[in-house]
T-cell receptor, first 113, second 107 residues
């Protein structure tokens, strides 16, 4: 089954404790991205990657890092999480060529205390 | 946790009626538009898309209308069912997402 898998689905942690949210897709898509979703603000892109070893900032990259060492994986790293990063996070992927919709994971709800 | 549906425009519709959800976009150069459905606890899922060389596209129970003159997109859901209760997003050129509209189906 074609899917985007995120882990963990839920995490409660404390300020300053490094965490990583993993994202993996099995569709051989070149393009992957991370979004955060907050009430009243919709989906905002954090980082994206157009292929292995190529990453770029989205609209709200501050406080986040990503890496793309393999085509299928695109982890999101919070080196020193803060309470304003409490949010619902989505990973998405799509092929690069032509106009095609994104495939989203089921989300990771992070609470930073 | 707080629902993504909070603070969103909400359409309440009786089961079996038709639903219309509207979306305005800003970039007149956008040439591809998508509607996504997001159910509680899940990520957005693709429903239907339309390219700018079309003004209407139909799927199963859903129709998307594109009016480039006024930069307006709409999603029509025929015979709305309880499973249609969700937040619906439009997106232009894949990446620019609207904030969403919540649809609540009343049985």
């Amino acid at each position: 089954e074609a899917q985007v898998t995120q882990n963990p689905r839920y995490l409660i942690t404390v300020t300053g404790k490094k965490l990583t949210v993993t994202c993996s897709q099995n569709m051989n898509h070149e393009y992957m991205s991370w979004y955060r979703q907050d009430p009243g603000l919709g989906l905002r892109q954090i980082y994206y990657s157009m292929n292995v070893e190529v990453t770029d900032k989205g609209d709200v990259p501050e406080g986040y890092k990503v890496s793309r060492k393999e085509k299928r994986n695109f982890p999101l790293i919070l080196e020193s999480p803060s309470p304003n990063q409490t949010s619902l996070y989505f990973c998405a992927s799509n092929p690069l060529g032509g106009n095609q919709p994104q495939h989203f994971g089921d989300g990771t709800r992070l609470s930073i205390l | 946790g707080e629902s993504v549906g909070l603070h969103l425009p909400t359409l309440s519709v009786q089961e079996g009626d038709n639903s219309i959800i509207n979306c305005a976009y800003s970039n007149s150069a956008s040439d591809y538009f998508i509607w996504y459905k997001q159910e509680s606890g899940k990520g957005p899922q693709f429903i239907i898309d339309i390219r700018s060389n079309m003004d209407k596209r139909q799927g199963q129970r859903v129709t998307v209308l594109l009016n480039k003159t006024v930069k307006h997109l709409s999603l029509q859901i025929a015979a709305t069912q309880p499973g249609d209760s969700a937040v619906y997003f439009c997106a232009e050129n894949r990446l620019a997402f609207g904030k969403g509209n919540q649809v609540v189906v009343i049985p």
